[in-house]
């Protein structure tokens, strides 16, 4: 199985230890950690092209790889360079990765985040337009997006990160290893459940 990320750089593991490292290291999705997904899934190949690149140029740099599964959140990064309706963007990024299963990651409401990390005096600015109205907007375009078949959407996971450990402490938004871990095995369980209770296996 080959898997790939796209979307937000909250899937690049960049910031995950505090430092500039690797991918291979850092993301919760592609990294070779035992706490990623990537090696729940004992994927052969990984690929991560999350960052502030326009979605669907990131979707065309991956599709040549022809990946298995891709991970696609949808956030801040492309939130604040958008415009206020995301669909037609995921769903020409869908489109291309047609040959591959997609889970649309829930958008984070960085407006409660940044409240809930406010004793926290590292913490960088984000965009106002990555508030309540903006994250349900995205998160409610991803629900009906998602067909059950091939590209899914786990509503349960719209709440996983919710203690400030679970984020990092250096700019609040990107994930911890512990936060990582937590949405990794999270997604890893929603995804294995649904795909057993779709097909029998």
């Given at each position: 199985?080959?898997?790939?990320?796209?979307?937000?750089n909250?899937?690049s593991?960049?910031?995950?230890?505090?430092?500039?490292?690797?991918?291979?290291?850092?993301?919760?999705?592609?990294?070779?950690?035992?706490?990623?997904?990537?090696?729940?899934?004992?994927?052969?190949?990984?690929?991560?092209?999350?960052?502030?690149k326009?979605?669907?140029?990131?979707?065309?740099?991956?599709?040549?790889?022809?990946?298995?599964?891709?991970?696609?959140?949808?956030?801040?990064?492309?939130?604040?360079?958008g415009?206020?309706?995301?669909?037609?963007?995921?769903?020409?990024?869908?489109?291309?990765?047609?040959?591959?299963?997609?889970?649309?990651?829930?958008?984070?409401?960085?407006?409660?985040?940044?409240?809930?990390?406010?004793?926290?005096?590292?913490?960088?600015?984000?965009?106002?337009?990555?508030?309540?109205?903006?994250?349900?907007?995205?998160?409610?375009?991803?629900?009906?997006?998602?067909?059950?078949?091939?590209?899914?959407?786990?509503?349960?996971?719209?709440?996983?990160?919710?203690?400030?450990?679970d984020?990092?402490?250096?700019?609040?938004?990107?994930?911890?290893?512990?936060?990582?871990?937590?949405f990794?095995?999270?997604?890893?369980?929603?995804?294995?459940?649904?795909?057993?209770?779709?097909?029998?296996?």
């Amino acid at each position: 199985m080959n898997v790939a990320a796209i979307g937000d750089n909250t899937l690049s593991g960049y910031n995950t230890y505090w430092l500039n490292i690797t991918d291979e290291i850092g993301s919760w999705v592609t990294a070779s950690s035992v706490n990623s997904l990537a090696w729940k899934l004992n994927a052969d190949e990984k690929i991560n092209r999350a960052g502030n690149k326009p979605l669907v140029h990131q979707a065309l740099e991956i599709s040549i790889f022809e990946p298995d599964l891709v991970i696609i959140a949808y956030g801040q990064d492309q939130i604040c360079q958008g415009g206020s309706d995301p669909t037609g963007e995921i769903e020409m990024a869908i489109s291309i990765l047609r040959k591959s299963f997609i889970i649309l990651i829930p958008a984070q409401n960085l407006e409660a985040i940044s409240n809930m990390q406010r004793d926290k005096s590292l913490c960088s600015h984000r965009c106002l337009a990555a508030d309540a109205v903006e994250t349900g907007l995205v998160n409610y375009t991803l629900a009906q997006l998602a067909d059950g078949e091939r590209v899914f959407y786990f509503p349960e996971l719209e709440d996983s990160l919710v203690f400030q450990d679970d984020f990092n402490e250096r700019d609040c938004i990107n994930p911890s290893a512990l936060g990582g871990s937590v949405f990794a095995k999270n997604v890893y369980n929603v995804f294995r459940n649904e795909i057993r209770g779709d097909r029998g296996r």
